[in-house]
């Protein structure tokens, strides 16, 4: 008899999203905008600032997804066509694509083996190398891939000589921080993800954290055609339609009640897995550099050394597969995407050597005691035959 699907990573209801939404419906506020985009918006900054500040210098703007908020966030950076943007190579291609929408350029770069994000030492050969031949790069998406920070005191200080602003793509790393601070509060803008498989979602979704409220009010005024204070509709300015909508940011209100009991599931499954690959050679489970760092754990990533293990990550994904569980190889980098391959690329092969040797493995907050049995029956049974 076959068993149910293990998925990598699937929606976790806490149990009060329906009352948000049925509150939207009772007020018929269906609408974009409404208590739930105000409210969602509010608890999203007290959590980022640890609940401490009421004054918040953190202001957060609701969106129809992360990929819009990195639009936004380019656009409100300044960023126009012919222009060059610096973006983490190992990552997925949402962040990439926005740079693409304004007919700029991504300057792609390599990963360093710590926390699989951006490196700062080929970042700064890169600013160097566009400088030399005439153009400053205009913006750097970093992104804490997997929900592991990024090395954010290297990264800034690199970005800080250069007086480049940085992005900080947090679309999986809500619930992260580095020494004692949230992610998503680290860049000049950062962003969210609320889609179906991260650590909460919304259906689909996406916020804009901003470190000035004029930064917040010029999202929005974006997100909402750009219209201008004028009774009739007047638009000195493109804009775009990118805002939450009232029924998915009451869902989101129910997830932020869970979020973090859901980061400690997931922790929950990253340290079954250390467990469990504790007796394997040859099998690393990516973990926290050192206590600086807090992960989410958003996934758990393996990475298969074939000499030792004498197996490759792929037979043993389709072995997973086989028994009706769900792994997937990592990011495939951008710089070897066909759609970016003419792209400048910086870098020293770390990031391929990730992709071929590194697998997610299922770490939803919802799996149970059963599951996390099947999961190690099989990779006993792969590893150990
Ligand atoms: C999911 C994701 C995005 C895009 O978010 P959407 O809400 O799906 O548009 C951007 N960057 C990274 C790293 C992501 O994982």
């Known amino acids: 008899m076959e068993q149910g699907k293990i998925w990598l990573s699937s929606p976790h209801m806490g149990g ?7 509150e939207a419906f009772e007020a018929n506020w269906i609408a974009p905008l409404g208590p739930n985009v ?5 608890d999203i900054e007290s959590y980022l600032t640890n609940g401490k500040d009421e004054e918040s210098s953190i202001h957060v703007a609701a969106l129809s997804s992360g990929t819009a908020a990195l639009h936004l966030a380019l656009i409100l950076l300044g960023v126009e066509q012919g222009d060059e943007v610096i973006c983490q190579s190992m990552t997925f291609a949402a962040s990439a694509n926005p740079i693409m929408y304004l007919g700029a350029t991504p300057v792609f770069i390599d990963s360093e083996r710590d926390t699989l994000n951006l490196c700062p030492v080929q970042l700064e050969n890169a600013i160097v190398d566009r400088m030399a031949n005439g153009k400053k790069p205009k913006a750097i998406i970093a992104v804490h891939l997997y929900g592991m920070p990024y090395k954010i005191d290297e990264v800034k200080q690199v970005a800080d000589k250069f007086e480049i602003p940085i992005i900080e793509d947090s679309a999986e790393a809500l619930g992260s921080s580095y020494k004692g601070k949230k992610c998503g509060t680290f860049g000049e803008i950062g962003i969210l993800s609320f889609n179906g498989n991260k650590i909460i979602t919304t259906s ?5 954290i901003a470190n000035k409220k004029s930064i917040k009010q010029k999202a929005i005024f974006l997100a909402t055609q750009a219209r201008d204070d004028a009774p009739h509709y007047q638009h000195t ?3 775009y339609n990118y805002r939450l909508s009232n029924i998915s940011a009451g869902i989101g209100r129910g997830q932020m009640q869970v979020l973090d009991e859901h980061v400690g599931l997931r922790r929950k499954m990253n340290e079954f897995y250390q467990d469990t690959f504790s007796t394997i050679d040859g099998v690393t489970v990516f973990s926290e550099p050192n206590s600086d760092y807090f992960c989410n754990n958003w996934l758990t990533i393996i990475s298969v050394n074939e000499k030792i293990t004498g197996k490759n990550r792929e037979d043993f994904r389709l072995f997973m597969e086989g028994l009706n569980i769900e792994c997937r190889p990592l990011w495939k980098p951008m710089h070897l995407q066909p759609v970016f391959e003419k792209m400048p690329y910086y870098g020293n092969g770390i990031a391929e050597e990730l992709f071929e040797t590194g697998l997610c493995l299922p770490s939803g907050s919802n799996l149970t005691e059963e599951d996390r049995k099947r999961l190690e029956l099989g990779i006993n049974e792969f590893f150990k035959a």
């Open 38 to 42: 105000t409210g969602f918006e509010l």
């Open 237 to 239: 300015e493109i804009g």
């Open 204 to 208: 689909g979704g996406g916020a804009l």
């Open 16 to 22: 009060t999203e329906q009352k948000f939404v049925n």
